[in-house]
């Protein structure tokens, strides 16, 4: 038996960078609870056969291109979007990219490629959607932050401006829209194996560094993060906003030290 504080049966959804790891786990939990989901990414195969193979519950998957650094194909999809449906229930931010290098060896373009998708696309997107969400007089909006919007991790400085900013806007944009119908909260995932981090963490060092600092001493899946997705635009969250909700483990609760037994 459903329960309707928990639904998202029929809502409107977009996914920006819906097509791998989070983005794509998040993209089938709201489709497999018949949410009618709207993925977006740069790459046109790969959106089209992520919707295939995602589309299991009543509504088809849609795939649209879009790269959020460019305000010209947000507008461009947002119109589509409510052209066909007549409205978004849901936005989720989930498109982001990163590029690991001491700080000294960031070039403009390493800059640029980094906060235009992360942050400035993020807004761009949240903006033009929550247009027609403040002319609706409601809406949920979902960003995906990071373990950088509480501490930076060393040698992705823009990566880490870029989660801090949007945990910032995050912020902003609910104490702007809050009275007007349209909540805007933010899921900050932990360590996430997917695709695009397994040679990250597929190094012994790496995964036991990993485990010893999270509490729970696993590392997260993308599928880890779609109760907290659904939650957040479902009715359940209806008096929250302005959230920044860390899906983590237990990684930021506190720092684990590597006392011996015998010293305690």
Not at 68 to 77: K, N, P, Q, R, Y
Not at 165 to 187: I, K
Not at 211 to 222: A, D, F, I, S, V
Request: hydrophobic fraction near 40%; include cysteine; aromatic fraction near 6%.
């Amino acid at each position: 038996m459903s329960d309707p504080l928990f639904c998202v049966s029929d809502q409107i959804v977009i996914v920006s960078g819906g097509s791998r790891g989070i983005g794509r786990a998040i993209a089938e939990g709201f489709a497999a609870r018949d949410a009618q989901v709207v993925i977006t990414g740069r790459e046109e195969a790969t959106l089209r056969e992520t919707a295939e193979e995602i589309s299991t519950g009543m509504h088809p998957v849609v795939p649209i291109v879009c790269d959020v650094a460019h305000s010209e194909g947000i507008d461009s999809l947002v119109d589509h979007v409510l052209g066909t449906h007549g409205r978004i229930d849901t936005l989720i931010n989930v498109a982001g990219v990163n590029r690991r290098k001491p700080s000294e060896a960031v070039t403009e373009h390493d800059y640029d490629f980094v906060m235009d998708i992360n942050l400035k696309g993020a807004f761009l997107l949240s903006q033009k959607v929550g247009q027609a969400m403040l002319e609706r007089g409601r809406g949920s909006q979902i960003n995906i932050a990071s373990l950088n919007s509480h501490r930076p991790l060393k040698n992705i400085l823009p990566y880490a401006m870029s989660k801090a900013g949007l945990a910032r806007m995050t912020q902003a944009l609910a104490l702007e829209w809050g009275d007007r119908g349209v909540r805007v909260n933010a899921l900050a995932p932990g360590f996430i194996l997917t695709d695009l981090t397994y040679k990250l963490w597929s190094g012994p060092t790496m995964q036991q560094w990993a485990k010893t600092n999270t509490p729970q001493q696993r590392l997260g899946t993308p599928k880890d993060m779609v109760g907290t997705a659904l939650f957040l635009a479902a009715p359940a969250s209806s008096f929250m906003t302005g959230q920044i909700l860390y899906v983590d483990g237990g990684f930021t609760s506190g720092w684990i030290w590597p006392i011996p037994e015998d010293s305690q």
